[in-house]
Structures are given as structure tokens and as C-alpha cells.
């Protein structure tokens, strides 16, 4: 019986071009005419979020780009991807914005280093808003699933019978811009993940000096009762809300996936630690690599439970920058 086709799942890169480099050739890829593949076919699946912050953005993309065109590789489209193609795309006629994602300071920090970088290159960069408009914004495999943030079932079936694909066009970009749409719910649910907004009006101040009125959510506890049980992100809630119970209206906000379906591989939630399965059919490979975290890949074969030992990771290191 032919063995089934092997994968290699990575994590967020966020510009660690060169740490990703190292991580391809700890996995035993090698440049063939100067474009990164296996010698026994494995492929590669980048859970997007390749732009945006890191030193290394350009060399990044060259290697993710050259190796998805070549078939060596697989991507999703991350949120930050999806941001930097908006905040480039201008509007249509008629709009009290000239992009389609304001140039708010906000807006305008978070993409700051990816337009540094490609400053010099300005058709280059022409070149990849056009190829993010072609990425995929999940894949289902045979034996797994990816996805940038989160998967819902029944979103991605409604626009699979709507559209018949898994990609975005011009039409559909401009019509996400709206978060009441199909479009905007379904970009923002399968790039972003699950949220609840807190309770009574309060805010959390991030680590990363934000101020959110949100904060994101689990969507594999099949019984939480209280809001502890259900956060998942880097900075926790304040105690008072953590301890209480989830409310009627929250709850049927939450979504689940369930222990039953496909392996899931998703990045986007900067965790810490040493990586490993969040339950035996989902991992995040989002380990804060552009915070000199790890940069992690999970190894997959045709398993249907996890493996720990699969995980394998390149920590990312100052001389990156």
C-alpha cells in the first residue's frame, strides 16, 4: 500500500525569513535551482501570516512563493496577510476612504515594516498583492484540515455553494470590507478566530499596547461554564470577568469542533512553550516566532491522533534581525 503524501505544517513566520530558512534545512529540505524542496516529496502547508514585522519579509516570501508555484508547497491567507492586501487595495469611487483598510496610525504601525522593506521593490510588491488575492483562505486534505484561525463548518460550507472555491476575487475582497456580509463574516472568522466581547463594556490594554473591547475564544470545549474556561490568547482576562459564569447569549456564540473531526492545524494565537497538540486533533503552530519564540512545523504522515514528538521547532534568534 502507497504511503500516503507527508507534510510539513508551519506556523506564523511574521518576516523570520531567515529562521525559516534554517527550519526548511532541519527538516532535510534543500534548494533545487534555487527553490526549497524534499528529496523523499513532502510538501509544505504555510498557515499564513508571513508578512509584518520581522527583519526578513522579503526573503520570506520569496522562499514561501517559490516553493507553492513550484508544488512544493501550500498556503492559507493569514489576517495579516488579508490587512496589507486591504490597506493597499484602493476603494471604488464614491468612498469616504482612498483604501480599503483606513490608514488609521493603528492600521498604518501594523504594516509598517512590509511596506519598509518592499519600498525599494515597487513592482515586486505589486506582484505579491496580486498573488495574495489568489491564496486560499483554508485547504482540506485528505486526512486534515488548515486554516489560519478557525475552522466553521458551516461558513465554509456556504461558500463553497456560493462560490464553488476556497479563494477570494476583487468582488469578494471589497464586499468582505463590510463585517455584516457573508464575505466579512467568513474572512473575519476564518483569519481572526472566534471572539466575545466583554462584558459590561470594559477593555483590556494588550501587552502590545492596544486597547481591545474583545477578547479571542476557544472553539473545541465542548462544556465551559465560566469565561476562564473558554479565553485563548496571551493576555488574560481580569479576574472578576474570568470567574464568571458564560452568559445564555455568549454561548451560542461559541462554536466547536469536535473530537471526532479531521486533524486541524491552525497558527494565529501566539502561544509559548514548548509546542504540542491543544487537544489529539488540533495544534496551533503559532509560537511568537518574531518575538523570539519558536518557529514550528508539525510533521504530519496519515495520523488521525497527534503526535507530540512530531512537533519539531527553530527558535528564533537576535541575529535574525
Same mark, same amino acid.
Given at each position: 500500500?502507497?504511503?500516503?503524501?507527508?507534510?510539513?505544517?508551519?506556523?506564523?513566520?511574521?518576516?523570520?525569513?531567515?529562521?525559516?530558512?534554517?527550519?526548511?534545512?532541519?527538516?532535510?529540505?534543500?534548494?533545487?535551482?534555487?527553490?526549497?524542496?524534499? @528529496?523523499?516529496?513532502?510538501?509544505?502547508?504555510?498557515?499564513?501570516?508571513?508578512?509584518?514585522?520581522?527583519? $526578513?519579509?522579503?526573503?520570506?516570501?520569496?522562499?514561501?512563493?517559490?516553493?507553492?508555484?513550484?508544488?512544493?508547497?501550500?498556503?492559507?491567507?493569514?489576517?495579516?496577510?488579508?490587512?496589507?492586501?486591504?490597506?493597499?487595495?484602493?476603494?471604488?469611487?464614491?468612498? =469616504?476612504?482612498?483604501?480599503?483598510?483606513?490608514?488609521?496610525?493603528? $492600521?498604518? /504601525?501594523?504594516?509598517?515594516?512590509?511596506?519598509?522593506?518592499?519600498?525599494?521593490?515597487?513592482?515586486?510588491?505589486?506582484?505579491?498583492?496580486?498573488?495574495?488575492?489568489?491564496?486560499?483562505?483554508?485547504?482540506? /486534505?485528505?486526512?486534515?484540515?488548515?486554516?489560519?484561525?478557525?475552522?466553521?463548518?458551516?461558513?465554509?460550507?456556504?461558500?463553497?455553494?456560493?462560490?464553488?472555491? $476556497?479563494?477570494?476575487?476583487?468582488? /469578494?475582497?471589497?464586499?468582505?470590507? $463590510?463585517?455584516?456580509?457573508?464575505?466579512?463574516?467568513?474572512?473575519?472568522?476564518?483569519?481572526?478566530?472566534?471572539?466575545?466581547?466583554?462584558?459590561?463594556?470594559?477593555?483590556?490594554?494588550?501587552?502590545?499596547?492596544?486597547?481591545?473591547?474583545?477578547?479571542?475564544?476557544?472553539?473545541?470545549?465542548?462544556?465551559?461554564?465560566?469565561?476562564?474556561?473558554?479565553?485563548?490568547? @496571551?493576555?488574560?482576562?481580569?479576574?472578576?470577568?474570568?470567574?464568571?459564569?458564560?452568559?445564555?447569549?455568549?454561548?451560542?456564540?461559541?462554536?466547536?469542533?469536535?473530537?471526532? =473531526?479531521?486533524?486541524?492545524?491552525?497558527?494565529?494565537?501566539?502561544?509559548?512553550?514548548? @509546542?504540542?497538540?491543544?487537544?489529539?486533533?488540533?495544534?496551533?503552530?503559532?509560537?511568537?516566532?518574531?518575538?523570539?519564540?519558536?518557529?514550528?512545523?508539525?510533521?504530519?504522515?496519515?495520523?488521525?491522533?497527534?503526535? @507530540?514528538?512530531?512537533?519539531?521547532?527553530?527558535?528564533?534568534?537576535?541575529?535574525?534581525?
Amino acid at each position: 500500500m502507497a504511503r500516503a503524501q507527508g507534510y510539513d505544517l508551519i506556523g506564523d513566520v511574521h518576516g523570520c525569513g531567515m529562521t525559516l530558512c534554517h527550519l526548511l534545512e532541519d527538516m532535510d529540505y534543500r534548494k533545487v535551482n534555487g527553490i526549497y524542496q524534499h @528529496p523523499k516529496g513532502r510538501k509544505v502547508v504555510f498557515i499564513g501570516d508571513i508578512v509584518d514585522r520581522g527583519p $526578513n519579509i522579503r526573503l520570506a516570501l520569496n522562499v514561501v512563493r517559490d516553493m507553492v508555484e513550484h508544488g512544493h508547497a501550500h498556503m492559507v491567507m493569514g489576517n495579516h496577510e488579508y490587512n496589507v492586501l486591504a490597506f493597499c487595495t484602493p476603494s471604488r469611487p464614491g468612498s =469616504e476612504h482612498p483604501f480599503l483598510r483606513e490608514h488609521t496610525s493603528r $492600521n498604518s /504601525f501594523i504594516v509598517e515594516e512590509t511596506m519598509r522593506q518592499f519600498e525599494p521593490y515597487p513592482q515586486e510588491w505589486r506582484d505579491y498583492l496580486s498573488w495574495f488575492l489568489t491564496l486560499p483562505l483554508y485547504q482540506e /486534505f485528505e486526512h486534515f484540515r488548515a486554516v489560519h484561525a478557525c475552522w466553521d463548518h458551516d461558513l465554509i460550507s456556504e461558500m463553497k455553494g456560493r462560490f464553488g472555491r $476556497n479563494t477570494m476575487d476583487e468582488e /469578494f475582497l471589497h464586499a468582505s470590507m $463590510n463585517r455584516e456580509s457573508f464575505e466579512g463574516q467568513l474572512v473575519d472568522r476564518l483569519t481572526r478566530g472566534t471572539a466575545l466581547k466583554l462584558p459590561d463594556g470594559r477593555s483590556i490594554t494588550a501587552k502590545d499596547g492596544f486597547v481591545r473591547h474583545f477578547f479571542r475564544t476557544k472553539f473545541w470545549e465542548k462544556e465551559p461554564e465560566v469565561y476562564d474556561d473558554i479565553v485563548f490568547q @496571551p493576555d488574560p482576562l481580569p479576574e472578576d470577568i474570568a470567574e464568571r459564569p458564560i452568559s445564555k447569549v455568549d454561548r451560542k456564540e461559541l462554536l466547536y469542533y469536535g473530537p471526532d =473531526e479531521k486533524p486541524l492545524f491552525i497558527g494565529h494565537y501566539w502561544m509559548k512553550g514548548i @509546542p504540542g497538540p491543544i487537544t489529539h486533533n488540533i495544534a496551533c503552530l503559532d509560537y511568537s516566532a518574531v518575538k523570539y519564540g519558536r518557529l514550528v512545523a508539525y510533521r504530519m504522515d496519515d495520523e488521525t491522533r497527534l503526535d @507530540p514528538d512530531k512537533f519539531c521547532w527553530t527558535r528564533v534568534e537576535r541575529k535574525e534581525d
